[in-house]
C-alpha cells in the first residue's frame, strides 16, 4: 500500500507496507527518490497487514533523544526503536535503510521464535534447503545451479518455527545472485553447511556441532545479554529440531543427488 | 596465576549459555564468540555460582574425580584463570569467610 502522508513544509512524506517472513513494516518517509528506490526494491514484499511495525525514517543528522529499547548505528545511520515507534535516522540510500532493515528484523524475530541466517534457501518438492556458509562458500552457486523460481533468496534467508514446524521464508536481501527474493516461505528440509569439493558427500551433524555452524552465520547485532540469552535458546530449538549436514559439494547440479530427501 | 583471595567466583551475568548434546555453549553477545569447556571446566562450570572460591571448587574436585587435593587445586586455579581471560568468569567479593 503506498500513500502520501502529511506535506510538512518539505516533500510530503510517502509511506509503504511491506511484509518480510510475516513480519508487518510500514516504512514512512519524505525523501521521493529513496521512496522510488525502496519500493521498487521491496515490491514483492508489499504486504498491507494489520497493526504494522511502524518505521518513520529520516534523512538528517542522527538525534539525540530518550533512551530507546534497542539501538544500532551502521555508517551514519541509526536504528532505535522505542515502545511508540522505531525511527531509522541518518537514511541517505537504499543500502542503509536495507542494512537498518536486516538489524531490525533480527531483533524482532526474537519475539517470533526466528532468526536471520546467512544462507540461500532452495525450494524442492515444497520443501526448503537451506545452505549456509560464509562468503564464497557457495550460496550464489547453488542458487545460480537452481532453477529460476526455487530460489526464496541467495543471501540470507530467514528462519520461524510456527505451530511447531520451522518454515523459511523468503527475503529481499540478496547477493551475487541478484535475484530480487521470494515472499514465499516452506517447511525446512534441513540446513546444510557448504564446503566446495571434488566430490558430493552429505555427513549429518549432532546439536552441539549445529550450533557451531549456526553462530557464525546468523546475523544478530545486540549485545544485550537477555537479548542474546533468547537468540541461543532459538538457536538451540532450530538445532534440536532441523536436520543439519556438512555438504561438500562440486560446482554443478548433481549435489541434489546426495541430499536426504 | 591466581592466588587465593577473599573473593568467590561467578558466571559473568553479561553471558548467554546452555548445555546440549552433555556440551556447555557459551556465548559472549559483545563479540558473538562461542566457548567450549573441557571436561573439567564443565564441572566447575556447573558449580561456579557466586558463593564458592577456588578452594572451594578445588575441594568438589576432589570429591568427584580421582585427584589429589594439591592437583586438584592448582587445576581449578587454572582454569579459573583461563575462564577468567576469556571473560566468562568474574569475582565477587566473598561474603563469608572462605575456608584455606
Redesign the interface.
Known sequence: MNAPLGNLGRSPRQQFELSIGCVPLRLQMSDAQLFGAASARYAAFTDAAAQPITIALSDGAVLEGAPAEFSYEFEGAALRAFSSGIRFDGVRNQYALDSLLRVLLSWKLLGRRGFLLHAATIVRNGKAYIFTGRSGAGKSTVASLSPEGSVLTDEISLLRREDGVWRAYGTPFWGEFRAAGSNTSAPVAGIFRLLQAAENRVIAL???AI??VL??NVL?F????E???R???IL?EA??EIPCYELAFRKNATFWEVLPA | MITPAAVFWQKN??????E??D?T?I?S??D?V?H?LNDTGRFLWKNIDGTKSAAELARLLVENYEVTPDIALFDAQALLEEMSSRKLVVTVPATRGISP
Open positions: 549432532r546439536t552441539a550450533l557451531r553462530l557464525p544478530f545486540s549485545a544485550e545479554a537479548a542474546n540469552r537468540l541461543l535458546e538451540s538445532a534440536t | 551475568p553479561a553471558l548467554a549459555w546452555r546440549i548434546d556440551e555453549i556465548i553477545p559483545n558473538s562461542m567450549e
